[in-house]
């Protein structure tokens, strides 16, 4: 029978390290020792999805814990969701960047990765059957 228990958040540590630490040390370097060159800002977007994507790991996989709206969280579902939350970072600083953020547009396109991801959590669930 599949294992319908929740990850623990303990789990996610060595991705968490390997993203978080070198992303946010990557992150200080770029604003502390180099020019915003056009390489140095393509790599200081890189590094704030990466910091901002293994920085939220431990937060998703607490709330996968404790909120089930479709059932028990797989390691690739709590990556996938720290993904989009590190990459959305990534567009807001990047529009940000070009004066063109507000409101608005932020809460818009948080909604529209909430509904991308229910819809894949939605898929997900329907393709499960239960063994005989």
Not at 55 to 74: C, D, E, Q, V
């Amino acid at each position: 029978m599949e294992e319908t228990r929740s990850l623990s958040v303990r789990s996610f540590f060595p991705l968490v390290f390997f993203l978080a630490v070198p992303g946010w040390i990557w992150l200080i370097y770029l604003m502390t020792q180099t020019i915003p060159t056009l390489g140095n800002r393509w790599m200081f977007f890189v590094a704030a999805v990466f910091a901002v994507t293994g920085t939220s790991m431990p937060l998703i996989a607490y709330l996968n814990r404790i909120i089930k709206p479709f059932g028990p969280a797989t390691y690739e579902m709590i990556v996938r969701e720290s993904t989009i939350i590190g990459v959305y970072a990534g567009i807001l600083i990047w529009l940000n960047k070009g004066q063109i953020l507000t409101y608005g547009l932020a809460i818009i396109l948080g909604i529209g990765f909430l509904i991308v991801e229910s819809l894949i959590r939605l898929r997900t669930r329907s393709e499960w059957h239960p063994a005989e």
